[in-house]
Each structure stands twice: as structure tokens, then as C-alpha cells.
Nanobody, 121 residues
Framework: VQLQACGGGLVQAGGSLRVSCAAS????????MGWFRQDTGKEREFVAA????????YYAESVKGRFTISRGNAKNTVYLQMNNLKPEDTAVYYC???????????????WGQGTQVTVSS
């Protein structure tokens, strides 16, 4: 699976942004999808994940109630809608795909290249 993330940018605190991740190469609907982020000098961390059919979603405590993950299997795309953004959300956001297992850990089979999200105060 090849993953291409896009949609990052600069936004003011309190604003919204949606990042997308387009998949190609294999049957997208077979894979659970996750979003992770990494800020400079920090470890990469889990943000959100969605099951292969889109029924189950998972969120880090820091983004619950503000971020929403969704997927469109017909478009081979997973989305992360980010609302009420905070400066601490600033990071490079990565999408990833895995066939099975715990979706909140970082053991994913495929990773995208990342897209920068910067939230100004």
C-alpha cells in the first residue's frame, strides 16, 4: 500500500483543518488506518485510528472531542478532521495502514510521508 498524506498547513489556535491520506496499491478496505504525529524533538505519538470497515474509531485522550477520523473506502482515502486546534497540536502528521492487531500501537505495515500542521497562538 502506498500512502500519500496532504492537507496540512498553518492555522490559528481555535481553527480547523482537515488532513487526508490517499491509498493505492492494494485493497484499501482490508486495512485499518491510523494517524500519528511527531513534533520536533518529541517521540511520534498515536492520534486516531479507524477500523477497516469504518465502524470502530479510536482516539488519543489529547484529541478526543476535537478530532474526527473517517474513511471513504470508495475513494481509498482516510480523513482527519481537526477542530479547535491548539499550538500543542503542531506536528508532522503521518497516516499508516495495518492489516490486523492493536491499532493504537505504532506497529504498522505501511506509512505515508507526513504532512506538516502548524498551529499559531
Amino acid at each position: 500500500v502506498q500512502l500519500q498524506a496532504c492537507g496540512g498547513g498553518l492555522v490559528q489556535a481555535g481553527g480547523s483543518l482537515r488532513v487526508s491520506c490517499a491509498a493505492s496499491g492494494r485493497t484499501f478496505s482490508n486495512y485499518n488506518m491510523g494517524w500519528f504525529r511527531q513534533d520536533t524533538g518529541k517521540e511520534r505519538e498515536f492520534v486516531a485510528a479507524v477500523s477497516w470497515r469504518g465502524i470502530n474509531t479510536y482516539y488519543a485522550e489529547s484529541v478526543k472531542g476535537r478530532f474526527t477520523i473517517s474513511r471513504g473506502n470508495a475513494k481509498n482515502t482516510v480523513y482527519l478532521q481537526m477542530n479547535n486546534l491548539k499550538p500543542e497540536d503542531t506536528a508532522v502528521y503521518y497516516c499508516a495502514a495495518k492489516n490486523r492487531g492493536d491499532v493504537t500501537n505504532q506497529i504498522y505495515e505501511y506509512w505515508g510521508q507526513g504532512t506538516q500542521v502548524t498551529v499559531s497562538s
